[in-house]
């Protein structure tokens, strides 16, 4: 187990963390609010990175509380609850907006995602230049004694143990994780690489990393040990 991080703002920038609960919501805090996008022909949807890079310019956290605390651009910390909090990212991100929390509701479901280290240097070594795992976006990052890229043929069946929790490949929503353009811009939103995307689609079928569901909860620590049973899908050679 190298990494347990949690994103508790849709499309904002999240927070590592120590530990993390998962269960029937994914995991616990995971994408639980959002913000909604007020204008005319949009009025209602979720506001995401796609529509407005600089949401990541935003960081959110728990920072020991049950809401978000999001952190601006320029440094300062406001509370979920404060008044003054959607004029202010109306005003920073150029949308008229709302707050929604999902009230327990992951935006995942009961889904988490979770990436392998192995993967992340093995498209590095390809590409030659540095790839940062927050691109992503995973809820866990493993470390496995398997080659880079190996989960993009885990079928339904795969079982993933790690700490107290068992995660599995199962159902219509789990399986190798397609990517949408959300990786191509770097962390902070500041720099997009379009080339990243365009590698996974033609060297990787656009997968990075896989979907799965938790079918056993329980709280995973970073440094819990991690097994997999693998179930393979066969695929025709990329």
């Known amino acids: 187990m190298r990494r347990v991080l949690r994103w508790p703002v849709k499309s ?42 600089e949401m990541l ?24 609850d404060h008044p003054e909090l959607p004029g202010e990212l109306s005003r920073s991100l150029g949308v008229p907006l709302s707050l929604r929390a999902a009230d ?33 976006r995973p809820n866990l990052h493993l470390e496995l004694d398997a080659p880079a890229f190996d989960e993009e043929d885990w079928a339904a069946g795969t079982v993933l143990s790690a700490g107290e929790a068992e995660f599995t490949v199962a159902g219509d929503v789990a399986g190798p994780c397609i990517r949408c353009a959300v990786p191509s811009w770097d962390p902070t939103g500041r720099e997009r690489w379009p080339a990243l995307q365009k590698w996974l689609i033609d060297r990787h079928r656009n997968i990075f990393g896989v979907i799965m569901v938790v079918t056993r909860p329980g709280t995973v620590r970073r440094g819990d040990p991690v097994s997999v049973t693998v179930d393979r899908t066969v695929t025709s050679a990329v």
């Not at 029937?24 to 204008?39: K, S």
């Not at 310019?57 to 728990?62: E, F, M, P, V």
């Not at 935006?107 to 995602?113: F, Y």
């Open 12 to 53: 904002l920038r999240g927070e590592e963390v120590e530990q993390g609960r998962f269960d029937g919501r994914g995991m616990a805090g995971d994408r639980a609010y959002a913000l909604i996008d007020e204008r005319d022909n949009h009025a209602g949807r979720t506001l995401t990175v796609r529509q407005r890079a």
């Open 57 to 80: 310019h935003w960081r959110s956290a728990y920072d020991g509380g049950d809401a978000p605390v999001l952190t601006a651009p320029d440094g300062t910390s406001w509370a979920w």
């Open 104 to 136: 327990g509701q992951q935006d995942r479901g009961p889904t988490v995602l979770v990436t392998f280290e192995s993967s992340r240097a093995g498209l590095e070594e390809e590409l030659g230049r540095e790839v940062d795992l927050l691109r992503f």
